[in-house]
Protein backbone atom coordinates (compact mmCIF):
# COMPACT_ATOMS: atom_id res chain seq x y z
CA UNK A 1 0.00 0.00 0.00
CA UNK A 2 1.56 3.80 -1.52
CA UNK A 3 1.13 5.81 1.34
CA UNK A 4 -0.13 8.97 0.44
CA UNK A 5 2.68 12.50 -0.04
CA UNK A 6 1.89 14.72 3.21
CA UNK A 7 1.43 18.33 0.95
CA UNK A 8 3.83 21.04 2.23
CA UNK A 9 2.76 22.84 5.09
CA UNK A 10 1.03 26.03 4.55
CA UNK A 11 3.79 28.97 5.73
CA UNK A 12 2.76 30.31 8.73
CA UNK A 13 1.65 33.77 7.78
CA UNK A 14 3.81 36.85 9.59
CA UNK A 15 2.60 40.07 10.11
CA UNK A 16 4.43 42.35 7.32
CA UNK A 17 6.90 44.73 8.37
CA UNK A 18 5.59 48.12 7.90
CA UNK A 19 7.92 49.90 5.19
CA UNK A 20 8.70 53.58 6.47
CA UNK A 21 7.64 55.80 3.47
CA UNK A 22 7.94 59.31 4.72
CA UNK A 23 10.53 62.01 3.84
CA UNK A 24 11.30 65.40 4.90
CA UNK A 25 12.50 67.62 2.17
CA UNK A 26 14.31 70.89 1.60
CA UNK A 27 13.47 73.09 -1.68
CA UNK A 28 15.83 75.88 -2.46
CA UNK A 29 13.62 79.11 -2.77
CA UNK A 30 14.69 82.18 -5.18
CA UNK A 31 15.50 85.40 -3.39
CA UNK A 32 12.92 87.22 -4.59
CA UNK A 33 10.55 85.39 -2.24
CA UNK A 34 12.09 88.41 0.07
CA UNK A 35 9.42 90.41 -1.68
CA UNK A 36 7.06 88.89 0.64
CA UNK A 37 6.55 91.05 4.14
CA UNK A 38 5.51 87.61 5.69
CA UNK A 39 8.19 85.86 4.20
CA UNK A 40 10.74 88.12 5.39
CA UNK A 41 9.44 88.81 8.97
CA UNK A 42 9.39 85.18 9.73
CA UNK A 43 13.07 85.70 9.32
CA UNK A 44 14.89 88.44 10.80
CA UNK A 45 18.05 86.85 11.48
CA UNK A 46 18.77 85.65 8.18
CA UNK A 47 22.40 85.69 7.03
CA UNK A 48 22.19 87.45 3.73
CA UNK A 49 24.42 84.70 2.21
CA UNK A 50 22.66 81.71 2.73
CA UNK A 51 19.60 81.12 0.33
CA UNK A 52 15.94 80.64 1.50
CA UNK A 53 14.24 77.65 2.09
CA UNK A 54 11.08 75.52 2.49
CA UNK A 55 11.18 72.56 4.58
CA UNK A 56 8.14 70.10 3.78
CA UNK A 57 7.72 66.17 4.89
CA UNK A 58 6.13 63.97 2.55
CA UNK A 59 4.87 60.19 1.87
CA UNK A 60 5.72 60.40 -1.70
CA UNK A 61 9.61 60.76 -2.86
CA UNK A 62 10.71 64.59 -2.68
CA UNK A 63 11.23 64.68 -6.00
CA UNK A 64 7.55 63.63 -6.83
CA UNK A 65 6.47 65.99 -3.76
CA UNK A 66 8.53 68.94 -5.63
CA UNK A 67 7.00 68.60 -9.06
CA UNK A 68 3.70 68.80 -7.06
CA UNK A 69 4.07 71.81 -5.67
CA UNK A 70 5.78 73.36 -8.89
CA UNK A 71 2.84 72.33 -11.11
CA UNK A 72 -0.15 73.85 -7.53
CA UNK A 73 -1.11 70.16 -6.75
CA UNK A 74 -1.84 70.86 -3.05
CA UNK A 75 1.38 73.44 -2.92
CA UNK A 76 2.50 75.90 -1.46
CA UNK A 77 2.89 79.28 -2.63
CA UNK A 78 6.22 80.08 -2.27
CA UNK A 79 6.91 76.73 -3.27
CA UNK A 80 5.06 77.20 -6.64
CA UNK A 81 6.71 80.91 -7.45
CA UNK A 82 9.97 80.56 -6.21
CA UNK A 83 11.10 77.03 -5.66
CA UNK A 84 14.29 76.22 -7.63
CA UNK A 85 15.53 72.68 -6.68
CA UNK A 86 15.75 70.30 -3.90
CA UNK A 87 18.50 70.31 -1.88
CA UNK A 88 19.19 66.42 -0.53
CA UNK A 89 22.60 67.16 0.84
CA UNK A 90 20.72 69.09 4.11
CA UNK A 91 17.66 66.06 4.68
CA UNK A 92 18.53 62.84 2.87
CA UNK A 93 20.49 61.63 5.75
CA UNK A 94 17.23 61.31 7.57
CA UNK A 95 15.13 59.67 5.16
CA UNK A 96 12.36 57.60 5.14
CA UNK A 97 11.08 57.63 8.35
CA UNK A 98 7.75 56.59 10.04
CA UNK A 99 4.52 59.49 9.34
CA UNK A 100 5.21 60.93 13.02
CA UNK A 101 8.85 60.91 12.81
CA UNK A 102 8.95 62.74 9.61
CA UNK A 103 6.21 65.32 10.79
CA UNK A 104 8.24 66.12 13.99
CA UNK A 105 11.49 66.34 12.02
CA UNK A 106 10.19 68.79 9.51
CA UNK A 107 9.68 71.53 12.30
CA UNK A 108 13.29 70.25 13.94
CA UNK A 109 15.16 70.89 10.45
CA UNK A 110 13.09 74.19 10.20
CA UNK A 111 14.58 75.87 13.41
CA UNK A 112 17.91 74.09 13.32
CA UNK A 113 18.66 75.55 9.32
CA UNK A 114 16.55 79.14 10.81
CA UNK A 115 19.31 78.84 13.45
CA UNK A 116 22.17 78.53 10.97
CA UNK A 117 21.12 81.99 9.22
CA UNK A 118 18.84 80.27 6.30
CA UNK A 119 16.13 81.87 5.55
CA UNK A 120 13.18 79.00 5.97
CA UNK A 121 9.36 78.67 5.53
CA UNK A 122 7.82 75.69 6.88
CA UNK A 123 4.53 75.19 6.83
Same mark, same amino acid.
Given at each position: ??????????????????R??????VI?? $????????????????? $????????????????????????????????????????????????????Y $???? $???V??????????????Q?
Amino acid at each position: MKRKAKAPAAKAKLPRRKRHHHNVYVIEL $DGAVLNHTRFRNANPNR $DILKPCLYVGCTGLSPERRFAKHKAGIQANTYVQRYGIRLLPKLYAYANPMPY $DAAR $DMEVELAIALQAEGYAVWQA
